[in-house]
């Protein structure tokens, strides 16, 4: 086994609100949105202008994939880096609250 499979297995049994656990919040969103993008639901965002990309999935599905996938896009562009920042800030004031112990 390598290590980075191992180092796989333990960002995905992070603690609940842990550093790693919003890297591995941000690396979801990430994924889920190049998942999306890779499956070509971007087309589908042209609902906004009111024309559908793929009239025979429907309006409704039209709108639904449209506003899925702007959701992941916002999602990865605006969240995912508060995520990987505030994994920074925690694990900084981790290290520091950790010096200051052993300091006193």
């Given at each position: 086994?390598?290590?980075?499979?191992?180092?796989?297995?333990?960002?995905?049994?992070?603690?609940?609100?842990?550093?790693?656990?919003?890297v591995r919040h941000a690396g979801l969103l990430v994924l889920l949105f190049v998942v999306a993008?890779?499956?070509?639901?971007?087309e589908f965002t042209?609902?906004?202008s009111g024309t559908m990309?793929?009239?025979?999935?429907?309006?409704?599905?039209?709108?639904?994939?449209?506003?899925?996938?702007?959701?992941?896009?916002f999602a990865t562009v605006v969240l995912a880096p508060i995520l990987l920042i505030a994994a920074g800030v925690l694990k900084?004031?981790?290290i520091c609250g950790r010096n200051h112990q052993h300091a006193s």
């Open positions: 086994m390598n290590d980075t499979s191992g180092k796989l297995r333990r960002l995905i049994g992070a603690d609940f609100l842990s550093p790693k656990d919003f993008h890779v499956g070509g639901l971007r042209t609902i906004i990309a793929e009239p025979r999935f429907g309006s409704d599905v039209c709108a639904l994939l449209g506003l899925g996938y702007a959701a992941l896009y900084l004031w981790e």
